[in-house]
């Protein structure tokens, strides 16, 4: 018995070593961090090594499984073997969302800036926020959204899983999504949070947030949010726009806003709208045509106000706030048509 006593007492030693070493590494490691293992680190788990609060919708660790099955549901609108029925037969969330940044600085989300580092690395112009990031938000749709949906806005403003849900039955006009597929999609999103890379912090900034890892550091907490912003904020414009004689379009930014807004929808063949064109001359004749109308196929008109689904003809266009495209890049878009309808 006493043999098996000291043989306890030596494991439970062993044990209790082996946790302390443990512990030791892992601080060792913390505090040993360089800049560049640092930059790949999730924001969302520096934040919680910081003692932030978790988001409802935190997870520790994306799934790889769970990954792949996400990026399916959102790029295909089910998964690609169908072993389940699509989320929408309209839509899929790449027709609205990009996957990827688009604003060099997280903390300047404007307009203008979307254009500047679309146009650089030639990403598509289009009405909804990027998905890269979205799991970094707190907030969904923001501003004017309660104009659009009522009520229905409500349960989505701080919570990503009803956010999630409202985007599927209302937007893409389809059917509620079930758990494991709103888990996926969430495991997906986790996958494509920020990175400490995507923040522009400077080298000091970088040594503070590493000496206080595993420490409660509001300080560090609040330095590291004000780097994005963790609410994509929504203004509806005005459909009826004005534009005065001195008013000057940058013809170059109307060609891109044309390219990768207008056709990334409408371009024939893609079966996503039941209007499609292309950027022939007769196209351009009928927009310029149109423009002064107050209907779905005048330009200003359709990217202020959108479209809303009606019985029979459930596809609709979502409108473009003043966040995504501001009043003079709408110029800008006016006066390429113009310009290529001589």
């Given at each position: 018995?006493?043999?098996?006593?000291?043989?306890?007492?030596?494991?439970g030693?062993l044990?209790?070593?082996?946790?302390?070493?443990?512990n030791?590494?892992?601080?060792?490691?913390i505090?040993?961090?360089?800049?560049?293992?640092?930059?790949?680190?999730?924001?969302?788990e520096?934040?919680?090594?910081?003692?932030?609060?978790?988001?409802?919708?935190?997870?520790?660790?994306?799934?790889?499984?769970s990954?792949?099955m996400?990026?399916?549901?959102?790029?295909f609108?089910q998964?690609?073997?169908?072993s389940?029925?699509r989320?929408?037969?309209?839509?899929?969330?790449t027709?609205?969302?990009?996957q990827?940044?688009?604003?060099?600085?997280?903390s300047?989300?404007?307009?203008?800036?979307?254009?500047?580092?679309?146009?650089?690395?030639?990403?598509?112009?289009?009405?909804?926020s990027?998905?890269?990031g979205?799991?970094n938000?707190?907030h969904?749709?923001?501003?004017?959204?309660?104009?659009?949906?009522?009520?229905l806005?409500?349960p989505?403003?701080?919570?990503?899983i009803?956010?999630?849900?409202?985007c599927?039955?209302?937007?893409s006009?389809?059917?509620?999504?079930q758990?494991?597929?709103?888990r996926?999609?969430?495991?997906?999103?986790?996958?494509?949070?920020?990175?400490?890379?995507?923040?522009?912090?400077?080298p000091?900034?970088?040594?503070?947030?590493?000496?206080?890892l595993?420490?409660?550091?509001p300080k560090t907490?609040k330095m590291?949010?004000?780097?994005?912003a963790?609410?994509?904020?929504?203004t509806?414009?005005?459909?009826?726009?004005?534009?005065?004689d001195?008013?000057?379009g940058?013809?170059?930014n109307?060609k891109?806003?044309?390219?990768?807004?207008?056709?990334?929808c409408?371009?024939l063949?893609?079966n996503?709208?039941?209007?499609?064109?292309?950027?022939?001359?007769?196209?351009?004749?009928?927009?310029?045509?149109k423009?002064?109308k107050h209907s779905?196929?005048?330009v200003?008109y359709?990217?202020r106000?959108?479209?809303y689904?009606?019985?029979?003809?459930r596809?609709?266009?979502?409108?473009?706030?003043?966040e995504?495209?501001?009043?003079?890049?709408?110029?800008d878009l006016i006066?390429?048509?113009?310009?290529?309808?001589?």
């Open positions: 018995m006493k043999t098996k006593f000291i043989l306890y007492s030596l494991v030693l044990a209790i070593t082996i946790l302390s070493f443990a030791l590494s892992s601080k060792t490691t505090s040993s961090l360089t800049n560049d293992e640092l930059a790949n680190l999730s924001v969302q520096v934040l919680i090594e910081l003692k932030d609060e978790k988001p409802i919708h935190y997870i520790h660790k994306e799934n790889a499984d990954v792949r996400g990026y399916e549901l959102v790029h609108g998964l690609k073997n169908k389940n029925k989320i929408s037969k309209f839509f899929v969330c027709d609205c969302h990009n990827v940044k688009e604003v060099r600085n997280l300047i989300e404007t307009a203008d800036e979307r254009l500047r580092y679309g146009i650089k690395h030639q990403i598509p112009f289009l009405p909804a990027t998905f890269y979205l799991y938000k707190r969904w749709y923001n501003g004017d959204y309660y104009k659009k949906y009522g009520d806005v409500l989505t403003r701080d919570t990503l009803n956010a999630i849900q409202l599927a039955v209302q937007c006009q389809g059917r509620p999504m758990t494991w597929e709103l996926a999609v969430l495991h997906y999103l986790r996958s494509i949070d920020y990175k400490i890379k995507d923040l522009s912090l400077t000091q900034e970088l040594e503070y947030i590493k000496l206080h595993g420490t409660s550091s907490i590291i949010k004000s780097k994005y963790e609410t994509n904020p929504a509806f414009g005005d459909p009826y726009i004005s534009i005065s001195d008013a000057v940058n013809i170059e109307g891109y806003i044309f390219e990768k807004g207008c056709l990334h409408h371009q063949g893609k996503i709208t039941a209007f499609e064109f292309d950027a022939e001359s007769l196209t351009f004749s009928f927009l310029e045509k423009l002064k779905n196929y005048s200003p359709i990217v106000k959108g479209t689904a009606t019985s029979g003809k596809q609709y266009m979502p409108q473009y706030p003043l995504k495209m501001n009043k003079q890049q709408l110029i006066f390429y048509i113009k310009s290529k309808s001589k």
